[in-house]
């Protein structure tokens, strides 16, 4: 097999192509439904996965190396912004995303991070504008550090909440100036372990708190990009307040933040939660707060975030109906919040891994689109709901009915008959399509 430096640039070949280093399915620039499939899809590369995960797991050190060859703090970063938008030329990913902390060496000092940082912030400005690459979103790391063992916004200490707000500022600064159009809170330590040492209460007005201050900065300097939620039930903290997408959607109301904040859907930490990954964007959808998507996918029987890149073919489809029915990305897009395994240890196996990851959605893509022309689904779900077009259903969803008017009405029933909802036919359908030559 190739090496890394073996390939320029991965090329569509179709499926038939029996090329490792090329896509079968995604095509960037052919035209799906009045829009190229790289706009549909809005792929990004996930930095902290890509450029810095070197394959550790609890219990070994890393299988893979990303110095570059740099033993200099700064120049090796610069070096791992090069390796990013050279793996994103090579694979036609147009949009990246990164946390503070991935981006920049940490100095000895918070001031020293910040310039780092911000140093970073200006490299990255100008390989923006030298490859017409976009950033995506942004988001502070406030789970990795000592500081955040009992929280960030949560956190029973108060210095802690102000340093938490200082590096999610930094990363709206940044966000401005790198023309993003998101900005993420996922609260891997927004929770607790045990509530025999916990005010719940104080915690979750406090993660309220955070996010107002957030928007009224971002919307003081002009940031225009969305904010997201993005849910996980758990891990690292055992219950995490953003459980899945219904408690997230509870949350933003009870604070009246629904109008300012998304979600950014992950399908790993969906599995976690218990559901499938389109249930969450349903809700989300269902709910006006469908924004942006970690696409991954986690191990059934392991139960732990694995973050693999997604294959599952079944599951990204009907992730990819949701998207469509959505009426499409917006300011989000789809992040491979994924890494390859410990054991697919060489630049090479990101190309691939990537290749898998891309080549999945893109074929969901496809498929999904055909799923909806076809028709048959959809028309069984609106043919399912039809008492609603007329007499008491109709009445029903214009809110016309007194329960007064609906007993009467029920007392003159007959027998009820609810028609079959014909399951194992809708999923034979969808089979037929999927694997339809
Ligand atoms: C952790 C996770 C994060 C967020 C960003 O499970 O998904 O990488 O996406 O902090
Ligand atoms: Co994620």
Redesign the pocket.
């Known amino acids: 097999m190739k090496k890394f430096d073996e390939i320029k640039k991965v090329p569509f070949e179709g499926p038939n192509s029996k090329e490792p280093f090329a896509f079968k399915y995604y095509n960037p620039d052919e035209v799906i439904h009045g829009k190229k499939m790289r706009e549909h899809l809005k792929f990004a590369l ?1 930095y ?1 996965h890509t450029i810095n995960y070197c394959g550790t797991d609890m219990f070994g050190g890393d299988t893979e190396e990303k110095t570059f060859g740099e033993t200099d703090p700064l120049k090796m970063y610069k070096k791992k912004a090069d390796f990013a938008f050279d793996l994103m030329e090579k694979l036609s990913i147009d949009y990246y995303c990164f ?1 503070d902390v991935d981006i920049a060496p940490q100095g000895k000092t918070f001031k020293e991070t910040l310039d780092y940082f911000n140093q970073m912030v200006d490299y990255l400005s100008e390989k923006q504008k030298a490859t017409g690459k976009k950033l995506l979103w942004d ?1 502070a ?1 406030n789970f990795g550090d000592k500081k955040f063992m009992a929280g960030a916004a949560t956190s029973p200490n108060a210095d802690v909440f102000a340093f938490s707000a200082a590096k999610v500022k930094a990363c709206i600064d940044a966000d401005v100036k790198l023309g993003g159009t998101g900005y ?1 809170f ?1 609260g ?1 330590r927004e929770g607790y372990d045990t509530l025999i040492n916990t005010n719940m209460g104080l915690e979750l007005d406090n993660l309220a708190r955070l996010l107002k201050i957030s928007r009224d900065y971002g919307r003081k300097i002009g940031y225009k990009g969305d904010f997201y939620i ?1 849910p ?1 039930p758990k ?1 690292p903290t055992k219950h995490q307040y953003d459980f899945d997408a219904a408690t997230c959607a509870n949350f933003l109301r009870k604070y009246d933040l629904i109008k300012d904040f998304k979600l ?1 859907i ?1 399908a790993n ?1 969906a599995t976690l939660a218990g559901h499938t990954f389109q249930h969450e964007l349903r809700v989300a959808r269902v709910n006006g707060i469908f924004g942006s998507i ?1 696409a991954n996918q986690g191990d059934m029987l392991l139960g732990w ?1 694995t ?1 693999q890149f997604p294959t599952n073919i079944y599951d990204a489809t009907l992730a990819m109906y949701e998207v469509i029915k959505q009426g499409g990305f917006t300011n989000g897009g789809l992040n491979f ?1 994924a890494k390859t395994r410990r054991q697919s240890n060489t630049l090479e196996d990101i190309l691939l891994a990537y290749i898998a990851g891309m080549d999945t959605f893109a074929l969901a893509l496809r498929t999904a689109f055909k799923i909806i022309e076809d028709g048959r689904i959809d028309d069984f779900v609106e043919k399912r709901y039809d008492s609603y077009n007329h007499g008491i259903g109709k009445k029903i969803v214009d809110d016309q009915v007194t329960m007064e008017e609906l007993s009467s009405y029920a007392l003159n029933l007959k027998d009820i008959e609810v028609e079959s909802g014909r399951q194992e036919y809708l999923e034979s359908i969808f089979n037929n399509i999927l694997f339809e030559k």
Do not use: I, Q
Request: net charge negative.
């Open positions: 996930s902290w946390h988001t790391n993420v996922w891997g993005e996980k891990e950014n992950e930490h970690d975030d973050d919040d």
